[in-house]
């Protein structure tokens, strides 16, 4: 049975690259496009399709919009954007998202990300990602699971520990010699505003008290409401987990 996909986008060629990628994937029914958002939210709630594919950026009523006005129910929803600033995809996500992509993207990854949300491992394929935006991506879904907020400068800092611990996972060992400093470095500050900042990202999350959601996102019992990670065991789960997705 095909899963009814609904596309919305502005820009007339992209549209078209999506409509194109969709109707040659067997998986798939298109049942609605759109390019507007007054559009959008009229055919959503008309067509009620499994997956909606949301553009932020259109003419009249805007992807947020969208998100606010419809009636989500089953229907996954994946918004594609070139708005790369995380504050957006905070909203967007908490507006009902399920998963939040940048233009420029890969279509077939976006087809690997819808099939993933709608649970169809007999599709999925794993794969190491290389651009920067995939990782940002994946690290800021991580983030919102969790409950750390876009805002503290803990958030950017843990960010680019984890993306170094990706790459180097060995850097993991040399927490205080290598990695709080090479931060540090980047954000032109010291490694121990580096290491507090962190470890209050870490205590924000567990006070908000998102603890299912951390052990569900890590797919065990990691930890309870009384006991939390220090930067290092959070830094190595986080990369570790984005590690073995990728393989």
């Not at 009814?4 to 690259?17: G, S």
């Not at 909606?52 to 996954?76: C, E, R």
């Not at 040399?174 to 470890?199: D, G, H, N, Q």
């Not at 908000?208 to 959601?213: A, F, L, P």
């Amino acid at each position: 049975m095909k899963d009814r996909i609904m596309l919305v986008e502005d820009n007339e060629e992209f549209l078209n690259n999506l409509i194109s990628f969709f109707r040659s994937d067997e998986g798939f029914d298109i049942v609605a496009t759109a390019r507007d958002g007054e559009q959008a939210i009229e055919l959503f709630n008309s067509v009620r399709p499994d997956v909606l594919v949301l553009d932020l950026v259109m003419p009249g009523k805007d992807g947020f919009a969208v998100l606010s006005a419809i009636d989500k129910g089953a229907a996954k929803i994946v918004v594609l954007s070139a708005l790369s600033q995380d504050v957006f995809a905070v909203k967007a996500l908490e507006l009902g998202a399920d998963y939040y992509m940048m233009k420029p993207c890969s279509l077939k990854d976006l087809g690997e990300r819808i099939r993933e949300l709608l649970d169809k491992p007999a599709f999925r394929k794993k794969r190491v990602k290389t651009a920067n935006h995939s990782i940002e991506e994946r690290i800021t879904n991580i983030f919102i699971t969790v409950g750390i907020p876009a805002h503290i400068k803990g958030y950017q800092f843990l960010r680019e520990a984890i993306k170094m611990a990706v790459d180097s996972p060995d850097i993991i060992n040399s927490i205080t010699k290598r990695l709080y400093p090479e931060v540090a470095e980047k954000f032109l500050t010291t490694a121990s505003k580096v290491e507090r900042a962190i470890r209050h990202a870490i205590e924000v999350a567990w006070n908000r008290g998102k603890i299912e959601n951390i052990n569900s996102l890590f797919g065990v019992r990691v930890y309870s409401n009384n006991e939390k990670p220090t930067n290092g065991e959070f830094i190595a789960l986080v990369a570790d987990k984005m590690l073995l997705e990728s393989v």
